[in-house]
Nanobody
Framework: QVQLVESGGGLVQAGGSLRLSCVAS????????MGWFRQAPGKEREFVAA????????RYADSVKGRFTISRDNAKNTVYMQMNSLKPEDTAVYYC?????????????WGQGTQVTVSS
């Protein structure tokens, strides 16, 4: 019923920038928070950033705070993540997620992921 499709990943040099997009289709996710997770080889999936339905509050992992910016356009059912000053350790598959609460992901929707590779 809900499909999340990420785009914008790619290969970038350290210090460069990328902007990820995630478009939700199937139905409008009214009231849902949205965010991003990532998973690097050999590591567990980790939280990166989240934004509330209203866009009034955001949360970031300490590792990306000050470098990444999450935003959303509810009219387009789209969430974005601007990633600046990228580091090799940012290399991962990035997954878009939508949930009523990011403290409970049991009913969350997930995208298929987009690869981000940062060269040193």
């Amino acid at each position: 019923q809900v499909q999340l499709v990420e785009s914008g990943g790619g290969l970038v040099q350290a210090g460069g920038s990328l902007r990820l997009s995630c478009v939700a289709s199937g139905r409008t996710l009214n009231g849902y928070d949205m965010g991003w997770f990532r998973q690097a080889p050999g590591k567990e999936r980790e939280f990166v950033a989240a934004i509330t339905w209203s866009g009034g509050r955001t949360r970031y992992a300490d590792s990306v705070k000050g470098r990444f910016t999450i935003s959303r356009d509810n009219a387009k059912n789209t969430v974005y993540m601007q990633m600046n000053s990228l580091k090799p350790e940012d290399t991962a598959v990035y997954y878009c997620a939508a949930a009523l609460s990011f403290y409970s992901l049991s009913s969350a929707y997930w995208g298929q992921g987009t690869q981000v590779t940062v060269s040193s």
